[in-house]
T-cell receptor, first 115, second 112 residues
Framework: GAGVSQSPRYKVAKRGQDVALRCDPI?????LFWYQQALGQGPEFLTY????????KSGLPSDRFFAERPEGSVSTLKIQRTQQEDSAVYLC?????????????FGEGSRLTVL | KNQVEQSPQSLIILEGKNCTLQ??????????LRWYKQDTGRGPVSLTI?????NTKSNGRYTATLDADTKQSSLHITASQLSDSASYIC???????????FGKGTMLLVSP
């Protein structure tokens, strides 16, 4: 596709449910980032992939958060046993270059609401 | 801890007026600084990227400046339009690391 695509755009989950958020980066982009954005705040880093390798997961808030990019393209962010504090917009971004040097292209985000 | 502070937190201006948004950072060693525009409910869109050696960069009615010595940047918007209403986020990259440090953004409202 022309841009970064994320699905679902909106997800409502009951506390304790598992959720999976998908990111389709721009074709050929090496880097993929996940960010968490709370209402009225700037995005907070979660994790970074270079191709299929997860090089940095220091931003994942707990072991309930897990991300993968098995073939170096599509990525999935999984949140297990969701809590109310997980409610946020989850943004995915891809870049044609490795690291944080290239321009980032963001998706529209997946808004998660945990009841 | 690396920090990016933006001011003002919010701003209302009349259509056609100019405005300047500020960004101060503590990220070191510095790699690059970016300004993003984020419309409500959308993902951020890049306006400019500046490296250490660049002290000004323009993108249409948007002009960003960078003073790497004082660790300050500004985004100047000329002849504002209603469509400029958005959050403007300053983002700083640390050399050698994959993480970017985001500011909280300045919420700009352009009023008719």
């Amino acid at each position: 596709g022309a841009g970064v695509s994320q699905s679902p755009r909106y997800k409502v989950a009951k506390r304790g449910q598992d959720v999976a958020l998908r990111c389709d980066p721009i074709s050929g982009h090496v880097s993929l980032f996940w960010y968490q954005q709370a209402l009225g705040q700037g995005p907070e880093f979660l994790t970074y992939f270079q191709n299929e390798a997860q090089l940095d997961k220091s931003g994942l808030p707990s072991d309930r958060f897990f991300a993968e990019r098995p073939e170096g393209s599509v990525s999935t962010l999984k949140i297990q046993r969701t809590q109310q504090e997980d409610s946020a917009v989850y943004l995915c971004a891809s870049s044609p270059r490795g690291g944080s040097y290239g321009e980032l292209f963001f998706g529209e985000g997946s808004r998660l609401t945990v009841l | 801890k690396n920090q990016v502070e933006q001011s003002p937190q919010s701003l209302i201006i009349l259509e056609g007026k100019n405005c300047t948004l500020q960004c101060n950072y503590t990220v070191s060693p510095f790699s690059n600084l970016r300004w993003y525009k984020q419309d409500t409910g959308r993902g951020p869109v890049s306006l400019t990227i500046m490296t250490f050696s660049e002290n000004t960069k323009s993108n249409g009615r948007y002009t960003a400046t960078l003073d790497a010595d004082t660790k300050q940047s500004s985004l100047h918007i000329t002849a504002s339009q209603l469509s400029d209403s958005a959050s403007y986020i300053c983002v700083v990259s640390e050399r050698g690391y994959s993480t970017l440090t985001f500011g909280k953004g300045t919420m700009l409202l352009v009023s008719p």
